[in-house]
């Protein structure tokens, strides 16, 4: 089991923190996404999010806070039998103590909680008060459902008390027993109403927190990905899994594969044991990361030369010396612009341990003769392979790429006669390569959000890459 370090970590908030305008957000989220759907019905990037129960130590850990103040219900006044009439006592919860709080999945169900409090009561009686400790056992079982519009729900489908004898604090006023028991079964009551009441209202302000997890959350400058369920949670007795529809977007229109995605399934035994979540990321998912960069030209760059500069080898008197015919049309040196542009989409490779990425831009060379006028030299169509390393950081899934074996090139078209490949690759490579993973890997240094709901982090993953998908196992930190 992983522990959460941070101390922020310890005190959280679980349920109870979600303000409002989240409320409002959630709702106008799903209104949204309701008028998105069919629009996106096509492409089916599957992603799997399974919750260990790992997880669920640690939020019996953060959960009995919020717990025990739920449960602090008020009492109405005790109406006591004396002399001729009823006289109103004032009685209180002052502490409910929650010293042990078990969760446990149950298969097909959902997550069944256990708990054992202590409910310190006060009865205002005259002349002397009366305090006494109320122990109670709380059996709920929470039923987790896939939501209308694609957000986990969690519903309280059966809730019991069960109490033990009170137990009278300071008994040296010798209570009369009839009336111990009277105010014992006044509390229960009130207990048995409204406990079961305050457990379904911590539930809902946890939907209320499940549901961002649809939030649209940022890719790039104008693309976002979106994470939704897609069918009923699939619940053992070890796990709860989801699966889950990565949808990214550009420019608000969904970014559609090109072939049929095939439904996607996360082995059991995969990533790290005893992690609190696993997540698993299908091909699917890259490809349309990759479409989708592909699509909004951000993979597209131009590489500038300038002249007086040593290390620079784009110009024409450079490019002159392997080919002549440069050296002939420009006597005069002059900048030489190469614009880089990926026309097909790059396909990334997932073996185990091994992600690469193909990428075959075209090249066009040209002379700059002024800041407005090229001359187009000639285009090269490259195919450059490079290898993916993943990583994640604040729930954010990064990638960095290294250039794997050399780049390979055919010459497509020339306005400068014929052209020596192999002269013209040695040029092409040193000048081409770095400012190429430059771009790459500040594009794929923003990294992809991963399914996730507002204030929980990701700590300590660790990213395994499988045949055909990638894994991510991870503890989580609810940070309010
Ligand atoms: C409740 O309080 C009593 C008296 O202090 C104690 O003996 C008992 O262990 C407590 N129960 C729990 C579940 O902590
Ligand atoms: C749930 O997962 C188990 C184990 O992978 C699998 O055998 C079962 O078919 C799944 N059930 C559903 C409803 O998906
Ligand atoms: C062209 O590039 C070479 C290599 O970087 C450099 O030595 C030369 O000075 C450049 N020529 C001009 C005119 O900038
Ligand atoms: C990874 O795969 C590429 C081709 O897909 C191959 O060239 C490379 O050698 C492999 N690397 C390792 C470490 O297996
Ligand atoms: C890239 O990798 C593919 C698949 O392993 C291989 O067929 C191709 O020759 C490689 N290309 C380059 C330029 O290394
Ligand atoms: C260069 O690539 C384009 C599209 O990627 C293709 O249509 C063309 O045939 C290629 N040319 C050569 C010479 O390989």
């Known amino acids: 089991m992983r522990v959460c370090l941070s101390r922020d970590c310890l005190s959280p908030q679980i349920w109870g923190a979600v303000t409002r305008t989240t409320m409002a957000q959630v709702c106008r989220l799903g209104l949204l996404l309701a008028l998105l759907l069919p629009a996106v019905g096509a492409s089916k990037p599957g992603a799997v999010v399974r919750l260990n129960k790992e997880v669920l130590s640690y939020v019996s850990k953060v959960g009995k806070g919020p717990l025990q103040q739920a449960l602090q219900v008020t009492v109405p006044y005790f109406l006591e039998q004396r002399g001729e009439g009823l006289q109103p006592t004032r009685v209180q919860i002052l502490d409910v103590q929650v010293p042990r709080l078990h969760l446990y999945f149950v298969d097909g169900m959902g997550i069944r909680l256990l708990a054992a409090a202590n409910f310190t009561v006060k009865v205002f009686r005259v002349p002397e008060p009366l305090e006494l400790i109320l122990p109670v056992v709380l059996l709920a079982d929470a039923h987790v459902a896939q939501g209308s519009i694609g957000t ?282 770095k400012p190429l993973l430059d771009h790459l890997n500040a594009l794929l240094g923003i990294g992809v959000a991963l399914p996730n709901v507002v204030n929980l982090n990701y700590v300590t993953p660790e990213v395994f890459v499988q045949e055909g998908y990638v894994v991510i196992s991870s503890g989580l930190c609810y940070q309010h």
């Open 152 to 433: 986990p729900v969690v519903s309280i489908s059966a809730c019991l008390l069960l109490f033990d004898k009170a137990i009278v604090f300071d008994d040296t006023h010798s209570t009369p027993p009839a009336l111990l028991v009277l105010v014992q079964q006044h509390v229960r009551a009130v207990l048995r109403n409204k406990v079961c009441l305050s457990v379904s209202n911590l539930v809902q302000d946890l939907n209320v927190h499940l549901g961002t997890l649809i939030g649209l959350k940022p890719v790039g400058p104008e693309s976002q990905i979106r994470y939704f369920m897609i069918n009923a949670p699939n619940i053992t007795k070890n796990y709860i899994s989801l699966d889950i529809n990565a949808v990214l977007f550009l420019l608000g229109k969904p970014i559609l594969l090109p072939v049929n995605a095939t439904p996607f399934t996360l082995p059991e035994q995969v990533g790290t044991r005893g992690a609190m979540v696993t997540v698993g990321l299908s091909q699917d998912v890259f490809d349309s990361a990759l479409l989708l960069l592909q699509k909004a030209g951000t993979l597209n760059l131009d590489i500038t030369g300038q002249l007086k500069s040593k290390d620079n080898l784009l110009n024409t008197s450079v490019l002159g010396q392997v080919i002549p015919e440069v050296a002939r049309q420009f006597p005069e040196p002059m900048p030489v612009v190469l614009k880089v542009r990926l026309g097909g989409t790059p396909m990334v490779t997932i073996h185990t341990n091994n992600a690469t990425v193909q990428l075959s831009p075209f090249i066009e060379v040209l002379a700059a003769a002024s800041n407005s006028a090229f001359h187009s030299l000639f285009s090269i169509n490259v195919t450059v392979n490079l290898s993916l390393q993943l990583s994640v950081s604040k729930a954010k899934l990064q990638g960095t790429l290294s250039v794997l074996g050399g780049i390979q090139l055919t010459v497509a078209s020339s306005n400068v006669g014929s052209i020596e490949t192999y002269k013209v690759h040695a040029l092409i490579d040193a000048v081409f390569e």
